[in-house]
């Protein structure tokens, strides 16, 4: 079940939302936990268990961890306790992930003809992970409480708004309100209008784009032009920002809904001014929880140049490994370490000397480029499409290209405008406060009404992030 379906708008959640408010506060989290199963349930029923669990799993290492330290074993018995759950989490993870791209890998270097597993990748399973992960390095650093209630845990690993594609929602950030929270008018108005707008830009941004860019990755060599392929790198960049970032403001409303305040997800990433600031924008609390849980404990920048180089490797190298099972995503990493390293020690001076336009412009290049990196899962496909993008082997633009971009600029203009913050300021500058709530009001039922009617149609709507 996604977000984005009729069956999740019409019945899933109305029920939800109905009985949730129904019910006395003692009986929400049981409710929202059994919802969540469902939910998943849903589309992965046999994969129900390995989630279950991880829940059971990592509250028993929490609790484990927690009485390690009331019993003065922190450094010894809670320790043991931590690397149990870690190597758990990431032996289940890399099971499930990587088992059949290193056996791949191994056939293809070596000419063997290893059989594959095929397990078919559970959905959600690097955000879950992550976060149960997080939770018992937290219990053992002292940052958090064990949690003791199993349904409240059980609650905060499958709550249903972030279980497949995030935020990822660390426990100690919403520690308080898994024990307990209150609902209000304005909450719940204020999440419904943020998920809405988050369903408008899948559904009419991401989705429409997406078509484009499915169209033009298929396309021969012959009507292939550098325009052409400068168009879908576009269209990919658009689709995988508006389908993303629609996702998590779905579920950040949602959770605002139930009484939750996740972590914000994404900040405008597009407005950048160089790869730095765009990490710190895009992805945020992936990028946070690789800082936390890794680049500090590695040592960061506090230990000299070199040792902080091989820590942003590190980072970067697993942050591509951890979208996905394919030497793409690898690239991907590496390609963004690379550029970071660059602007630390080499750029950064002179980018603070360039005009903001120049390093604007120089960051999406490089950004467009990067998607293409990781859109394209076949080292063929990839080699082939950046080729085109450089004009290597095709003509700079054809007939087909020049209509395309005719006929597409005026898409392009609107999501270029709403990927940034000139609606927000537009919206506050024309109407007074009071005039501002009116006005969002009808702008959301708008969005709604389009978003259905799309929907209704059978229009394309898959989630990117669903496989990662």
Not at 69 to 76: A, C, I, L, S, Y
Not at 87 to 110: E, H, S
Not at 210 to 234: N, P
Not at 287 to 298: C, K, N, S, V
């Amino acid at each position: 079940m996604v977000f984005s379906s009729m069956i999740f708008l019409c019945i899933f959640l109305p029920i939800t939302g109905i009985v949730y408010y129904v019910l006395p506060k003692q009986l929400r989290n049981l409710w929202l936990l059994l919802a969540s199963l469902f939910f998943y349930a849903w589309g992965e029923p046999k994969y129900i268990l390995i989630m279950l669990f991880s829940t059971v799993f990592d509250y028993c290492n929490g609790r484990a961890i927690a009485y390690a330290t009331e019993k003065g074993r922190h450094d010894t018995w809670g320790r043991a306790v931590l690397a149990l759950s870690v190597a758990g989490n990431l032996g289940i993870l890399c099971f499930f992930k990587y088992t059949d791209f290193v056996l791949d890998t191994i056939n293809r270097l070596a000419g063997m003809q290893l059989g594959l597993l095929q397990l078919a990748l559970p959905i959600g399973i690097s955000f879950y992970t992550f976060q149960t992960m997080s939770y018992t390095i937290d219990v053992y650093r002292g940052e958090t409480p064990a949690q003791r209630n199993i349904i409240a845990f059980g609650m905060y690993v499958c709550l249903f708004p972030q279980l497949i594609a995030g935020p990822i929602v660390r426990y100690k950030e919403i520690q308080k309100e898994v024990d307990a929270r209150t609902t209000t008018i304005d909450g719940v108005t204020h999440g419904l209008q943020r998920f809405l707008i988050g369903l408008a830009k899948k559904v009419l941004l991401a989705n429409q784009i997406g078509a484009l860019w499915d169209w033009i990755r298929e396309i021969g060599s012959g009507d292939m032009s550098m325009a052409l392929a400068w168009l879908g790198a576009l269209a990919f960049t658009f689709q995988i920002y508006f389908d993303f970032s629609g996702y998590s403001d779905m579920a950040i409303g949602l959770g605002e809904m139930f009484g939750f305040h996740f972590p914000d997800n994404f900040d405008h990433p597009y407005e950048s001014k160089s790869i730095t600031e765009f990490w710190r924008r895009w992805h945020m609390t992936l990028g946070t929880w690789f800082r936390e849980y890794l680049y500090i404990p590695l040592g960061g920048n506090r230990k000299g140049p070199a040792r902080q180089i091989m820590n942003l490797f590190a980072v970067w190298f697993l942050t591509g490994l951890w979208h996905g099972a394919g030497w793409n995503f690898i690239l991907w990493g590496l390609y963004y370490f690379a550029l970071l390293v660059l602007e630390k020690f080499v750029l950064r001076r002179v980018l603070e000397k360039l005009p903001d336009v120049l390093r604007h412009l120089y960051t999406m290049c490089f950004v467009v480029v990067g998607w293409v990196i990781f859109a394209c899962d076949e080292p063929g496909a990839l080699g082939t499409y950046l080729k085109a993008l450089f004009g290597v082997g095709v003509p700079f633009g054809n007939a087909l290209a020049l209509y395309e971009w005719d006929v597409q600029a005026p898409f392009l203009i609107i999501l270029l405008i709403a990927s940034t913050t000139i609606p927000a300021r537009i919206a506050g500058q024309l109407t007074r406060e009071n005039q501002r709530t009116v006005l969002l009001a009808v702008y959301t039922v708008g969005l709604l009404a389009l978003s259905m009617a799309f929907l209704v149609s059978g229009s394309y709507n898959p989630f990117l992030y669903f496989r990662f």
